[in-house]
């Protein structure tokens, strides 16, 4: 009796073993997310569409999953897709870390403001482990940012007509916008006539139909929750009026004179407007179909149009009617307005006119010079010359035009000014250009006027370096591109009699050379070799210092040994302008420099490999347990176990990290067998992890608690062939240990 109750307790510990391990392989299912009654709201109706706003943005999901039980660290996400219902990159709604025992619970989540459109979709994701529901259905999903009537007026200008009524002309259209909505171009819209839904969804639409027309925010299916039904604006349209300017398209004034421009419609009650060049010179003035356009205006000369408005009638501009001035012509002087006469010259005055019958008076300080009616003029004298011009051609008689004034002076000296004419920066440019900006006549009193147009080719030049004629530079301009070159330089020029001097412009042009320093190392340790900068050119005849952080440490030293950490920088004096290097940054040792991809204990599946990449050092070495150098690359492919070394190399600097690399098992241990010898699950087989290791005991009892098999490194290979099973079913008991420490214990339930 004893006997079968031990057997019946055997049974029943073995089922228990095959209903954990069957629950064991089962995964967790999540189910669709649904939508929840609202409990602050009273009744229990899920909601259909999600219409929130500012003042009221609550809503409730439902979910449920089966299990076996997620991880403690599981976190459930609710999740809403895009516009079209995908999840390429969702919104987090909601997300809980206590319901990892609650197979069914409800999210509760807020809208973000941005959300509009009728596809929006809802799921479940699980962290730990990584699953995701089913999609729910699609949804309307509507933040009501915007809950105010809109207003809509002319191409949005705001202006809204008079009774609402906007007339237009047979062929013609308007375009109607809200202007009372910001960032107007994000929403949907629904534009009506006459009560009609229009196909148009843009924040503006183009009518030329007549009609009731109005809009409002589409919201989809939360659009009943909104009150943004705008005004009404009423499209009627007419027959064109043949409105026109009476006269020619082309009108000539005369100087002084005014002239009428008259709409062929008058007399009626309507508004008339005037345009001059596209903007409004008169009106909207009721009857005003005249406008009167002055000569003696400066200005006056352009394009008119007159616009017309009133009941019963479109509204209707005219075409355009050019209006120029007859008399008007232009003077253009030939000469400089500035002249240095010297002695014993002459100059010649001239002017250019396009007055078709022109005759000229020229003038000296105000006086008419006899005789003097030509276009030209030669003078001898220093004054200030000009000329006046009569037109005695065209329909008009325009009152004399006088020129530009010519200022004539005899100078008793000359001064020369020179300037940077490219980006000049002392030490920083490479090369210059400079050259004569000004010439100024000196009179006796003091008195400069600039005489460059008349003069600037007539001089003869020589530039100087540090009071040196610069051999060939004999033009008024001058470009250095040498350090060899720099100094003081200054433009000396000669006409007849008179010496010229400018302003002196120094020159500090910078070196062409570059400057490199190198390095044995950038990370400085304690213990490693000393790290030394030194210059890639000579500077044993040089003026130099080295620098740290901007600070000078060393101007003797043709190489620097570094001992601190920081910025350092090489600086050479060349013809008084610094010559800067590179710079090296040295840092201080420290093991997190070195960067691996990956943990350095990997898992890996048997037969596969997987790669581990350093990052951060100047160079690598792996070496294997034999301490076999295996790669000098960043990164290695693992493919067996074991314990691998990594040797990372910053300079004179190394970091040591020890790699171990095991196998994932890919399965369960078994807990039942067929040993019926067809050879199929005959044999007890273990995961990789337990079996033919050495140091891992596989140890198997009999149903009395007898061991019968004990082995070291298990190959897989119990039962063997000698052993006998007496009973259909019989059950044994294992136990998996490594140096004495209990891995895993159980039955094996054997089936002949």
Known sequence: MKESNSTYSVLVLALAFLLLGTIGMQAQVLYQPEPAANP????????????????????????????????????????????????????????????????????????????????????????????????????????????????????????IPSGGIIQICGGGSVTLKPHNIPNSSTYIYNWYRSGTLLSEKSESITVSEPGMYYVELDYGDCSGSANTLSNTIEISTGTSSGLAINGANNVEICPGETQSLEANISGQGYTYTWYKDGSIVSGPTVDASTYTVDAGTSGFEGSYEVEISGSGICVELSDPVSVTSSGSYEITLNNAENIVLLPSQSKTLSVNTTATSPTFQWFKDGAAIADATNNSLSINEVGEYYVEVTENGGACTPAPMASAKTTVVSPDSFEFVVDYVTTYSSCESTDATLSLTTINAVSDNGTETDVTGDLQNSFAYQWKLDGTDVIGENSKTITVSSQDDNGNYTLVGTIDAFEASSNSLQLKLASNESLQITTNGTVLCEGGEAIVLESATDISNESFQWKKDGTVVDSASESLTVNEIGVYQLVITSNECPIVSNEITISAFDESLLVLDKPKDLIIIEGETQTLTASGADSYEWYDAGNNLISNSNSYDFAEEGEYLLIASFGTCTVSKVITVTYRDMFNIPNVITANGDGINDLWVLPNTYSRDPNVLVTIFNERGEQIFSQAGYENNWPQSTTTFNKQSMIFYYKITRGGKSLKQGTITVIK
Not at 61 to 69: A, C, E, I, Y
Not at 107 to 133: M, Y
């Open 40 to 159: 602050n709201l009273g009744g229990n109706t899920p909601w259909t569409a999600v219409c929130a706003s500012n003042n009221f943005n609550q809503y409730f999901v439902n979910f449920q999953w089966d299990p076996p039980f997620v991880e403690s660290d599981n976190e459930f996400i609710l999740e809403l897709s895009d516009a079209d219902g995908y999840f390429s990159a969702p919104t987090e709604l909601a997300r809980v870390t206590d319901k990892n025992t609650v197979f069914d619970f409800e999210f509760q989540f807020e809208l973000p403001s941005d959300i509009r459109g009728d596809n929006f979709k809802i799921r479940v994701r699980s962290t730990n482990p990584a699953k995701t529901s089913p999609a729910s259905e699609a949804f309307s999903m509507y933040f009501i940012d915007y809950n105010l009537p809109l207003l809509i007026s002319e191409n949005g200008s705001g202006n």
